[in-house]
């Protein structure tokens, strides 16, 4: 059972950053490709970006490309999103999960264990 926490959200101005983390226990951290999810009110959860175990592999929702990083230090058993260039549309509640696969994926259907998600408000 891996337990997932999420940290770094609140509240930001537009074309501000905020960086998310997530904080991996319970489990092989390098056993799991990661993923960052979010969910608007009234909206279907959505894929943002997700990262293999190694690191060396990572994709991106459209929406996010350019402005978003993902990455994880496996050491720390975490994993990060670094948003830039933020909009309003980005205002969601942002999820981890963790897929133990070795490829990336960008369906949640595929994603094992969840975080209970950080509330991330961009104004305008």
């Known amino acids: 059972q891996v337990h997932l926490v999420e940290s770094g959200g609140g509240l930001v101005q537009a074309r501000g950053s905020l960086r998310l983390s997530c904080a991996a226990s319970?489990?092989?951290?390098?056993?799991?490709?990661m993923g960052w999810f979010r969910q608007a009110p009234g909206k279907e959860r959505e894929f943002v970006a997700a990262?293999?175990?190694?690191?060396?592999?990572?994709v991106y929702a459209d929406s996010v490309k350019g402005r978003f990083t993902i990455s994880r230090d496996n050491a720390k058993n975490t994993v990060y999103l670094q948003m830039n260039s933020l909009k309003p549309e980005d205002t969601a509640v942002y999820y981890c999960?963790?897929?133990?696969?070795?490829?990336?994926?960008?369906?949640?259907?595929?994603?094992?264990?969840w975080g209970q998600g950080t509330q991330v408000t961009v104004s305008s």
């Open positions: 990262i293999s175990w190694s690191g060396g592999s990572s």
């Open positions: 999960a963790a897929d133990r696969a070795v490829w990336v994926s960008e369906r949640r259907y595929d994603y094992d264990y």
């Open positions: 319970g489990g092989t951290f390098t056993n799991y490709a």
